[in-house]
């Protein structure tokens, strides 16, 4: 299968679905990642898209393409909803996981509802909560990801420029050089084992359902 997940931000995509990509992959699937911005309104963008990088190789994706929207200024409109279509209509993906538009941030939340529009005719649409995401997100579909969260948790560890950010660290995180590493705090982890709770294994990553067609193959003939 074909997967394209796309993302606001670097780090969107791992954070949502990181570990989803990551069995996909282990599975021997193609990953596609499409990130919308570089990130610039949270640190140097080209420092943003080499950690993103790193972190993409980190789960064996096999494409990162880069949007050229605005960080802060991505809205749910034909600008957004054209930039995703066209990597739908170039890589034509049989599952597309993209950002919930149950999410506190505008970025999080226009690139879901223009992903939507963007994959209408897609079959599949899985939406993947961020850190913003609203107390209302519900998921309904459930992956167990107990196998390959560690490969989350090591591509987070790409994302040294947000070591601030409240799902690291920060200050307690390791130095290398004049760098920090950050260390992926317990949140991460908290929420994959209460979302595993939900599914009854021990580490879940949960999707709200964008679009999903159920396709019924014929029974073996005997």
Same mark, same amino acid.
């Given at each position: ?8 931000? =670097?780090?969107?995509? $791992?954070?949502? /679905?990181?570990? %989803? ?15 919308? %911005?570089?990130? $610039? ?10 950690? /993103? ?21 991505? %809205? ?12 739908? +209509?170039?890589?034509? =993906?049989?599952?597309? @996981? ?22 209408? *005719? ?6 993947? $909560?961020? =850190? ?6 519900? =998921? +309904?579909? @459930?992956?167990?990801? %107990? ?9 987070? !560890? ?27 705090? *317990? ?17 879940? !990553?949960?999707? !709200? ?5 159920? !396709? ?7």
């Amino acid at each position: 299968m074909r997967i394209l997940a796309v993302g606001a931000h =670097p780090d969107d995509i $791992e954070l949502g /679905c990181g570990a %989803t990509l990551a069995l996909f992959k282990e599975k021997g699937h193609e990953i596609h990642l499409l990130v919308l %911005t570089r990130g $610039e309104a949270s640190g140097d963008p080209r420092a943003r898209e080499k950690e /993103c990088l790193q972190s993409a190789r980190t789960i064996g994706t096999d494409n990162v393409y880069f949007g050229k929207l605005q960080d802060t200024k991505i %809205t749910d409109g034909v600008e957004t909803i054209m930039a995703i279509e066209r990597f739908v +209509q170039k890589i034509n =993906p049989d599952i597309i @996981f993209a950002h919930s538009h149950k999410d506190g941030h505008q970025d999080h939340r226009n690139a879901g509802m223009a992903a939507l529009s963007a994959a209408r *005719n897609a079959k599949k649409v899985l939406l993947y $909560e961020s =850190p913003a995401a609203l107390r209302d997100f519900c =998921p +309904q579909l @459930f992956v167990d990801v %107990t196998s390959t969260f560690d490969v989350k948790l090591k591509a987070l !560890e790409a994302f040294g420029s947000q070591v601030s950010k409240i799902y690291f660290k920060g200050n307690h995180s390791p130095k290398v050089g004049h760098a920090r590493i950050p260390y992926v705090s *317990n949140a991460a982890e908290g929420l994959a084992r209460f979302r595993g709770f939900q599914a009854g294994v021990d580490l879940a !990553e949960g999707y !709200e359902v964008g679009k999903f067609l159920l !396709e019924i193959e014929d029974s073996p003939k005997h």
